[in-house]
């Protein structure tokens, strides 16, 4: 143990002093080391969300690229691919090559897959036109919830619908037809036998949301980081142009799709802004 000796009460003052200012000091240390531990995450959450937008800048920039190609080639291939399809309709009539019927259905099938591909580049298009209505997006659910109950049941699997009280949007019928129609059939194919898809909409702030769940077995965090990109696939059959054509159909629509994945299940959100005359407090 160590006893301090003062022999004046200035000794005993400069002691009392110093150790006041120690206190300061290990108080402003802390201060100074909270301020840096809050800086730091900061910056990390800063270097996240650069990369979160770097990700999906590369992620649009690949599917303009592809809406360009698309929109230079597509139709100059679907020319053709009408003719050689009538021509095959015609021959396989003949009677002298019915014994060639399956040969020519086959062709005919592989070229209606090939246009399907075309028609999915063409969706990619940046200057597709779009036709914007004000209209309920509960009610053009409304109108497609039957084709999805149908998919469901052939699949063996269930589907509901569970709408909320929202306002009308300016959208294009057909471009979030096909949203829906893809986000929904990727989730019925995630999911094993009596599975169920459930597709709300509800209000989140100023922004109206779209949420379709499945309880697959979920996608791998390496997979997820790639949705979006144009020709990725986990699908034998798949082209890897769905879930493009659904972020290029988003993007036109000013909304942003945000993916959750667990082992339970993946959840799709398309957060859609409203129409500026109806952000009114």
Known sequence: MITLRFHSIGDWESYVNMKSELIDLKAQKLILQGMVDDRAKE???EIDKRERIEHEVAKLER?????????????EVRNPMTTIRGFL?????????????????LMIEELDRTNSIITGFLSLAKNKPTEFKRQSLN?????????LLADAYNQGKKCVFEPGDLADLDIDTNEITQLVLNLARNGLEA????????????????CIVLRVSDEGTGIDAENLLKLGTPFFTTKESGTGLGLPMCFSIADRHNAAIEVKSDPD???FLVRFPQPMEMNIS
């Open 43 to 45: 910056l990390k959450q």
């Open 63 to 75: 599917l303009n690229i592809i809406g360009q190609l698309a929109a230079g080639l597509g139709h």
């Open 89 to 105: 309709q015609m021959l396989q009539n003949k009677t002298d090559l019915l014994t060639y019927k399956s040969y020519f259905d």
């Open 139 to 147: 009610k053009l659910l409304d109108n497609l919830f039957p084709l």
């Open 191 to 206: 999911m094993p036998l009596n599975g169920c898809l459930t597709i709300n909409t509800y209000m989140e702030g100023e």
């Open 265 to 267: 299940g993946t959840t």
